[in-house]
């Protein structure tokens, strides 16, 4: 399964061919690396990628620019609440400003990388963690079934009273982007689920 | 599978703590609460009785009684016994004729008694009533049935006894509540700092319609008085000055040195609304008067008042001012200034806002700040600049006092000369009083030495205090400096780290011997940034930090010159446009040359290919302000990076051997003289740079 690991770091200075990033890369063979130095072309990147499976590795200080790390954070989650966010930082957690500590644990799918204790198994653990999560997650599950079953992608899958209709690639865009539409199709299915496995316990 | 089936919430038994104990802080925030219902309720008057509440006494009772407007059996069933009911929410303004503006609209203070008693009663009846409806809760049912382990209890399960008892005038009308069972001794000097700080409920200048006079009865202390008074006692203070504001402008305040007075000047309105504020400076012979004055109450900063009411963030209590929460930020300031800043323990202050005109000022709901928007920020920062008012006062009179006692003591000096000199005279004129005048003149010449020791001693000591300002100053501006350094000396001990570690997981492998290589030269010089870095460190350890006279021109040729074979080897054509002095008192001179060189060096980078190669620094003096251009005919800083440039390791010049250090030390270094830099459209047009420091300047 491939997915993109995105990295947003003033330092990274050689894109992919930071060591950091480049050690990830030879590791991890499905991951697809993107770096970037200035927040706002990171930033842009993801929000026109936000229908693939991406994991966005944020440094938590840019030098010089306005937008700092929580503030890329608080625009991500704008838009999406399941992105998984990894922030990293060259400052340990007792350094950074509270109000920037509380920005990020009160936000979902959010990891904290040290980057001067880390390491580039450390860092590989934390996304293959990632990755098993997307195996039980509703959007990462229909995704992969739609690109093996392409054929299923223009089908109609939900249809509202109102006549409006949506395929399940329409319905996959509506749950990354935790749309109204998105997130009452998934609390649905949830449901549905619920009903059939009580019902068989019932039997 | 049947529809339509329903689950409804409940709660725990536990959740009495959570609205009542756990949430209020302490018990005097919690007698505080009680009050600010009296207030709500339209009372004028209300006792605070405490009986036997001191140490090893039985018995203890806690009685709050206002003469408000009562609650009926419906008000009691439907709303007071209702959590999170606020009445107030949807009628924010009392009854008429008081029309109050309701304090405490959270709908949870009515808990506040749990934190104070075991038990509590409460007696209240309507005007026109016949009865007193007596209601009794006991909180300790509720705490028992929270230890009973086994079934669900349910704080909403727990019934409470009601009774009626005769009225003996139908007329009368209130709340009075009755907590037994007080969970804590209340000592003499915890009731009195209870009274002081009910002192400060009402703001001493919003003139109430009909006044709130809070009583407080503690008869074993012999305490039974007025707790609510004016604020007449701020009139010892040493300076104060009021701001207001109109529909579009809002009043500010600044020091004007010529004066020495507080000017008053009006700028347009804030976001956060208009606000009037009194603010009192108390030195330190006005401290001590105000302690021996008002043992009871402390100077304590500043408080902000809604519609006359103290807001809540302010309403807690604790002994220690020391202790105290700094809620504006006051003395947080970090270490600016730290000689001559205003601390809290030197000022009152009050900040009178209102609901309907500072709408975006808002408690938070743990009541310990509000909440934090932009214009509350807005506010604190505005509040902070009035206190730099206050500090250029102080400042002032420091400076004044020091100058007068100068003069006072070379005065005593000469006065001393002319009297040996009148004394000497006097004895030679008549030598029969030689004998008798010796031992006066021999004791006047000894004060007269002693006086000029004094003298001498009193410069020495000025002289060292300010060495010692000097050192404080630098070590603490380097402690800043350390926070930015050690992110730039990890970040790059990182870098090495990633590549070290490369390494050490693939190496060797043929094909990737250019990585390998590549990553060998980045480290080489990264380790080159590093030791840059650290060289900068150093420079603050360095004894030349002291301030000085300095003579900027001067400082510029000798910078200039000193790059004389650097601009001829290279083709450059330096550009001095300076006036022919510039005296600046106690500044630095290291910093203006770390600044100079740091740009010169960039600007011989940016030239490299330039056709015509030239570097230019003028300066010139705008009023108060001195300002330095340095320009260049290079190949210029884009636009939008114009901000980013000035961040630690960013650079334009890397192909060049740039490590982004230098104008981050131009930053800093500019930044610790009190000043600002920045990018401005290059003087030379479409090429080049130019790059603007300003500095305060005072002729």
Known sequence: MRYKLVFIDDNMKDGTNDAFVRAIGKKLSDAELAVFMDPEEGLRFIMDNLNSQMIAFIDCKFDGFAKQGTDLLKEIRKQTSLLYIVMMSANNLKQIEGIDISAMINEDFIWFYDRNNGSVDGACALIQRITQYWSSRFDCVLERWLVRHPEDKDKIAFRQVSGESYTWGQILTELRLQTKIGRLFEQMINQFYIYQLNGKADE | ?699
């Open chain 2, 1 to 699: 599978m049947p529809e339509n089936q329903t689950l409804k919430w409940r709660f725990d038994v536990s959740t009495f703590r959570l609205i009542g104990r756990d949430l209020i802080t302490d018990r005097i925030t919690a007698l505080f609460e009680l009050v600010k219902n009296c207030y709500d309720a339209n009372a004028q008057k209300v006792s605070v009785v405490f009986e036997r509440v001191g140490a090893g006494e039985e018995n203890p009772v806690i009685t709050i009684e206002d003469d408000g407007y009562g609650m009926s059996f419906s008000d009691i069933r439907d709303k007071w016994m209702v959590i999170g009911t606020s009445s107030k929410k949807a009628n924010p303004i009392s009854p008429e004729p008081f029309n109050r503006r309701c304090v405490g609209e959270k709908g949870i203070g009515r808990f506040a008694v749990d934190k104070l008693g075991d038990k509590v009663c409460i007696v209240t009846k309507k005007r026109g009533e016949a009865e007193w409806l007596n209601v009794e809760i006991d909180w300790s049912d509720y705490q028992n049935k929270e230890n009973d382990f086994g079934e669900i209890s349910l704080f909403t399960d727990i019934e409470n006894k009601y009774y009626y008892t005769a009225a003996s005038d139908p007329n009368d009308a209130g709340t009075k509540l009755i907590i037994t069972g007080v969970r804590d001794i209340w000592t003499k000097s915890d009731i009195k700092r209870f009274m002081s700080e009910v002192a400060k409920i009402v703001s001493p200048y919003t003139a109430l319609n009909y006044p709130f006079d809070v009583f407080v009865k503690a008869g074993q202390y012999d305490i039974n008085q007025k707790a609510t008074r004016d604020f007449a006692d701020v009139n010892i203070a040493t300076m104060s000055f009021s701001l207001g504001f109109d529909e579009l402008t809002q009043e500010t305040a600044s020091f004007d040195e010529e004066n020495g007075m507080i000017r008053i000047t009006s700028i347009p309105q804030k976001s956060f609304g208009g606000i009037r504020m009194r603010l009192f400076y108390f030195d330190d012979a006005a401290r001590k008067k105000y302690r021996r004055e008002f043992p009871n109450n402390q100077i304590d900063g500043i408080k902000i008042y809604r519609d006359g009411i103290i807001t809540t963030p302010f309403a807690e209590n604790e002994e220690d001012a020391d202790k105290k929460r700094d809620i504006l930020g006051i003395d947080k300031r970090l270490w600016q200034d730290i000689f001559s800043r205003v601390s809290t323990r030197e000022i009152i202050g009050i900040v009178d806002i209102t609901r309907d005109g500072n709408p975006e000022i808002i408690d938070a709901t743990n009541r310990q700040d509000f909440v934090d928007n932009q214009e509350y920020q807005d506010l604190k920062e505005f509040i902070i600049l009035q206190l730099s008012a206050v500090q250029d006062y102080k400042v002032y009179s420091r400076n004044k006092r020091r100058k007068e006692n100068n003069t006072t003591l070379e005065n005593a000096g000469d006065s001393i000369q002319s009297f040996i000199s009148t004394i000497e005279n006097i004895s030679e004129q008549n030598p029969e009083l030689k004998q008798h005048l010796s031992p006066a003149i021999e004791q006047a010449k000894k004060t007269g030495a002693a006086v000029k020791q004094a003298i001498t001693e009193q410069k020495q000591t000025q002289e060292e205090f300010i060495r010692k300002e000097n050192i404080y100053l630098s070590i603490m501006s380097m402690q800043e400096y350390a926070i930015h350094i050690t992110h730039a000396v990890r970040t790059t001990l990182n870098k090495i780290r990633d590549k070290v570690e490369y390494f050490n997981l693939f190496f060797p492998d043929p094909a990737e011997e250019e990585i390998f290589s590549k990553y060998a030269h980045d480290m080489y010089n990264e380790f080159k940034t590093l030791n840059k870095v650290i060289d900068y460190m150093l420079s603050y350890s360095q004894a030349n930090l002291l301030l000085e006279e300095v003579d900027l021109s001067l400082v510029v040729q000798e910078v200039f010159a000193s790059y004389a074979s650097v601009f001829s080897d290279n083709g450059i054509s330096p550009d001095l446009q300076i006036p022919e002095k510039i005296i600046l008192k106690s500044t630095n001179k290291v910093f203006f040359r770390d600044i100079l060189n740091n740009l010169i060096d960039n600007s011989v980078k940016a030239v490299k290919n330039a056709s015509e190669k030239i570097i230019k620094c003028s300066v010139t003096i705008d009023q108060d302000k001195l300002q330095i251009d340095l320009s260049d005919t290079g190949y210029g800083i884009p636009v939008e990076k114009r901000n980013w440039v000035f961040g630690i390791y960013n650079t334009t010049t890397e192909s060049d051997g740039g490590a982004g250090i230098g104008l981050y030390i131009v930053k800093t270094r500019v930044e610790s003289l009190k000043g600002n830099v920045k990018i401005i459209d290059s003087e030379f047009g479409d090429i080049g740079t130019t790059i603007r420091v300003e500095l305060p300047f005072k002729r």
